[in-house]
């Protein structure tokens, strides 16, 4: 009887560490729609989304690497040492709000996301592209070549696609700035992406 509690106990030393280590990490690597810029950090749809997956999918932990203002260029420079940190199995890569905000050119900004999405794949994480669109008031032209950019980062890499991550938001639903969605719009942001997200679980 002795003999099997020492076996037992062995069992459950050895058995107990690996499980406190099974969490898998899903990186949301993104901009203030991420961040949860203007709203309490509990009501983002950040946390909204590890609140959901806790009870659906306990094994994964949702780790917000997101910072207000980061463009493309900023997340490029992040990425590789946000990777070694935090070893996601998967990344939500959310990136390009500002970069189109500020005018910048969106060959360059296609560069830095392929070579984002590059190393992410490196790494054997998967990714989930969130599209963002501009205001009209941008002009037709620009606005049009900065929405069809996600959808053709997507089939280059062969990566799962939101379309347009504020897809339904309503206007009153947004802060002051008409930029960045209220606390009452990140519950349904949370819904939206997380239709396209757990495929990418199983």
């Given amino acids: 009887m002795k003999t099997f509690l020492k076996i037992a106990l062995l069992v459950a030393a050895l058995v107990l560490p690996a499980c406190a280590q099974a969490a898998k990490n899903i990186l949301v ?8 810029y203007g709203i309490a950090r509990d009501d983002s749809w950040v946390n909204l989304l590890q609140i959901e997956l806790k009870k659906s999918h306990p094994q994964f932990e949702v780790v917000n690497a997101s910072i207000s203002g980061e463009t493309t260029s900023g997340g490029l420079r992040r990425i590789g040492k946000a990777m ?3 070893h996601p199995v998967l990344v939500i890569l959310e990136l390009g709000a500002n970069d189109g905000l500020r005018g910048g050119t969106i060959a360059e900004m296609e560069k830095n996301l392929d070579s984002i999405i590059e190393q992410v794949q490196q790494a ?4 989930l592209l969130l599209g963002l669109q501009l205001p009209p ?17 997507s089939r280059k ?5 939101v379309p ?23 519950p349904r942001i949370m819904r939206h992406i997380l239709k396209s997200l757990l495929p990418l679980l199983r």
């Fill in 29 to 36: 690597f993104g901009d203030s729609l991420s961040a949860g």
């Fill in 84 to 86: 070694q940190e935090h």
């Fill in 124 to 127: 054997h994480a998967r990714i």
């Fill in 137 to 153: 008031n941008y002009g037709l032209d620009y606005t049009r070549q900065f929405r069809a950019l996600y959808p053709r980062l």
């Fill in 157 to 161: 890499h062969d990566i799962a696609l």
């Fill in 164 to 186: 347009f991550m504020l897809k339904d938001i309503p206007p009153e639903q947004f802060q002051a700035d008409n930029l960045h969605p209220n606390a009452e719009a990140q």
